[in-house]
């Protein structure tokens, strides 16, 4: 009575498998489209499309502009001030402003 009971489980087991197999490979026993893989498939398409376009937006050449830049008024710039050096020219602004600030108070 148990080995007959196991081989049944055993056989729903494998016609359990068999269906998740075709239904993988898209051919269902019920000839009826599967709504999910649908779902799916159509996601899929939209993502390739917006690839294919991202791509293509890539791979064009971009148009170059000959414009050019006054490089006369450009200051070099220093990689690294020291803190003392950037201390005294704070406290010099700071004082410039001040300056300022009291002659228009004073106009």
């Not at 019920?30 to 899929?44: F, G, K, M, P, V």
């Not at 937006?57 to 170059?64: D, I, R, T």
């Amino acid at each position: 009575m148990v080995r007959a009971f196991i081989n049944f489980l055993i056989l729903k087991w494998n016609e359990v498998q068999d269906l998740r197999y075709e239904h993988k490979l898209g051919i269902l026993r019920e000839s009826r489209h599967c709504e999910a893989c649908d779902n799916w498939q159509r996601i899929l398409e939209t993502e390739r499309a917006e690839k294919h376009r991202l791509i293509s937006l890539l791979a064009e050449k971009p148009e170059v502009s000959e414009e050019r830049i006054d490089v006369t008024d450009m200051k070099p710039v220093r990689g690294h001030i020291p803190w003392r050096v950037r201390q005294q020219m704070l406290e010099h602004d700071s004082l410039e402003r001040a300056e300022k600030l009291k002659q228009a108070a004073n106009e």
